[in-house]
């Protein structure tokens, strides 16, 4: 479904035909790069839970049974852990400018345009270009990120009641 927010189309670009070849693969990569890929993975599965801090709901008493319609809740659904890391790498990701390297970043992650040729002649930049401004962002998000954690932890760590473990 197109977003009217969208520069591309995701439709247009998944009915397109694949581009030929192997022309689709990453540039070579560091472990750094491949922790950040994971990381990334993670926050998109954590992004489509629909529970991230409470339990299903259980109604005991009579008001809650009385309530009446409340939208059904699909059984054994998605549920994320509570994490501070993908936490923050989600402040980090919200905080980015609506710019090229977020696009390349959504259509890799969120969209899962494949292959990357369509998504990047999309853009109108090169494959490689495509995997570099990715890379980038990626570790740009993952500064960001490490900036909110240890901003929110030194908060933490001021508060009169906290005992550290």
């Not at 670009?13 to 790069?33: F, R, V, Y």
């Not at 309530?67 to 059984?75: A, C, D, F, L, Y």
């Amino acid at each position: 479904m197109h977003n009217p927010k969208d520069q591309y189309d995701t439709e247009a670009m998944s009915l397109a035909a694949p581009a030929p070849g192997s022309d689709d693969q990453e540039p070579a990569a560091t472990a750094e790069d491949g922790d950040l890929d994971d990381l990334c993975e993670r926050w998109v599965s954590w992004c489509s839970t629909r529970r991230f801090y409470a339990p299903a709901p259980n109604y005991v008493n009579i008001l809650g049974q009385m309530s009446g319609t409340t939208k059904p809740v699909r059984p054994n659904g998605p549920d994320a852990a509570n994490s501070p890391e993908i936490m923050a790498l989600h402040l980090a990701y919200l905080g980015q400018p609506d710019a090229l390297d977020k696009r390349v970043f959504e259509l890799y992650y969120v969209h899962r345009i494949r292959p990357i040729k369509r998504a990047a002649d999309a853009l109108q930049i090169s494959r490689r270009h495509f995997y570099t401004v990715l890379r980038d962002f990626r570790r740009r998000l993952r500064m960001a990120s490490k900036g909110i954690l240890a901003g929110n932890e030194a908060a933490r760590d001021a508060l009169p009641h906290f005992t550290p473990n």
